[in-house]
């Protein structure tokens, strides 16, 4: 079906879904929405960010998407489930395929997952761990200063190696084998993050198992988009919304996409 597909999250950081989107699924028109205007959403209640999801979520169906990839943890974490049920549309978050990826992963059955205070605070990956199989051991953590990081570009700096030590010198001890990065921007911080978790220790990127499981729902539901079949592979349409001045949005959106966006459009999220 070649309507677009619906990606959004809390601002730049679902850029890094977004990426993983684009390079499985090529051929899929995207409208992406990214709230800027209020980012971040890892440090707010459960009532908020509940509040900014369902006008996410509004926006995107303006746009008659045919599936909806939330792509925010935290939205993912608190939000999606709460909503999904008012559309007649799929929508998948980002936490099912980063637990299910762990799950198939680990093999000492020690998992670790790192994300903001919202989605460390919902327990929504240990949720769906244990939904999977109750004896695996999950060690949680919120790393909210790795959001900032990798949004300042603090990709390779002493600093950073020192902070990311010292938060996962706990999910070290407890000798996970398994770390879901469950966050949108921890992919900036992946080597940073290998580094300091040791090559015993396997990194779970959430944003690209969703990718994969979109891929997947899609063709499951005949929703592929034709040009998806076409060879040479034809590029599908991306269009990108934010709700604050594009400005810095597409100044971030070079680091997290690796590639400039021709064009970003603002809209008022707040009618939605
Ligand atoms: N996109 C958010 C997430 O994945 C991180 C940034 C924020 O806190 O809004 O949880």
């Known amino acids: 079906m070649n309507k677009p597909i619906g990606i959004f999250d809390s601002g730049v950081g679902g850029l890094t879904v977004a990426k993983e989107v684009f390079e499985i699924l090529p051929g899929e028109d995207v409208i992406y929405f990214g709230d800027e205007g209020r980012t971040p959403y890892g440090p707010r209640s459960e009532e908020i960010i509940i509040q900014f999801t369902a006008q996410d979520v509004a926006f995107l169906m303006e ?80 790393c909210p200063l790795f959001v900032p990081l990798a949004e300042e570009g603090y990709i390779d700096k002493e600093a950073t190696y020192l902070i990311t030590r010292d938060y996962l010198q706990t999910i070290l001890d407890v000798g996970v084998d398994t770390l879901i990065m469950g966050c949108t921007h921890y992919p900036l911080l992946e080597h940073v993050i290998a580094d300091v978790m040791g090559d015993k220790v396997t990194l779970i990127n959430s944003g690209r198992e969703t990718a994969h499981a979109a891929f997947s729902a899609l063709v499951e539901s005949g929703l592929l988009n034709s040009k998806m079949s076409q060879s040479p592979p034809v590029i599908g349409e991306r269009k990108f919304f934010v709700s604050d001045v594009p400005d810095r949005f597409a100044n971030v959106a070079a680091r997290f996409l690796g590639t400039t966006l021709d064009q970003t459009t603002r809209i008022d999220i707040t009618k939605y």
């Open 63 to 142: 746009h008659q998407v045919k599936f909806i990839i939330c792509a925010c943890n935290s939205a993912s974490a608190v939000a999606l489930d709460k909503i999904a049920g008012n559309y007649n549309i799929e929508m998948i978050g980002v936490i099912k395929p980063g637990a299910r990826a762990a799950v198939k992963q680990t093999k000492n059955g020690r998992i670790g997952v790192i994300g903001t205070q919202a989605t460390i605070a919902s327990n929504s990956y240990a949720r769906v761990i244990h939904e999977i199989d109750p004896k695996l051991k999950v060690f949680s953590l919120a």
